[in-house]
C-alpha cells in the first residue's frame, strides 16, 4: 500500500481570467454611473475551425458519445483541460518542506553577481538607442 504525506505546499496566485470563461470579468462601460456592463473581451465568443483526419473525427465523436457530450463540446472541454494543464505546469510547482525552505533561503540569500551579469546591466537598452 503506497501512503503519500504532504506537509507544505505553496501555491501562488495564478491568474486564470483570460482563461476560465466562468470567471471571465466584466468591465464597467466608459460611462461608469449610468452606462450597462460590457463583458471583458476574453469573454467574448468566437470559432474555431479545424481540418481533420476521418480516423481522428471519428474517434473523437466515439469519446463524445461515451461522456454524453457533443463534438463541439468534448473538444473544448479537452483543449481547455490541457490549456490549463500547460499553464499551471509554467506556474506552480509543489516542493517538500526541507526543499521549499531551501528555495526560500535562495530567494533570500541570492549569489554576488557575477560578470556576465555585471556587463548585462551596463548595456544601454534597445529601447533607448
Excluded: C
Aim: hydrophobic content about 45%; overall charge neutral; glycine content about 6%.
Amino acid at each position: 500500500m503506497l501512503f503519500f504525506e504532504i506537509r507544505m505546499v505553496r501555491i501562488d496566485i495564478v491568474y486564470t481570467t483570460g482563461h476560465f470563461p466562468a470567471m471571465a470579468k466584466v468591465r464597467p462601460h466608459a460611462d461608469h454611473e449610468s452606462g450597462p456592463a460590457v463583458p471583458d473581451r476574453a469573454a467574448a465568443k468566437g470559432s474555431i475551425n479545424l481540418r481533420i483526419e476521418g480516423g481522428t473525427r471519428q474517434l473523437i465523436d466515439e469519446a463524445a458519445a461515451l461522456l454524453g457530450k457533443t463534438r463541439t463540446e468534448f473538444m473544448i472541454d479537452s483543449a481547455r483541460t490541457l490549456a490549463i494543464d500547460v499553464l499551471l505546469d509554467q506556474r506552480l510547482f509543489v516542493l517538500d518542506a526541507a526543499r521549499f525552505d531551501r528555495f526560500v533561503d535562495a530567494l533570500d540569500d541570492p549569489p554576488a553577481p557575477g560578470p556576465k551579469l555585471r556587463k548585462l546591466l551596463r548595456r544601454q537598452p534597445a529601447w533607448e538607442g
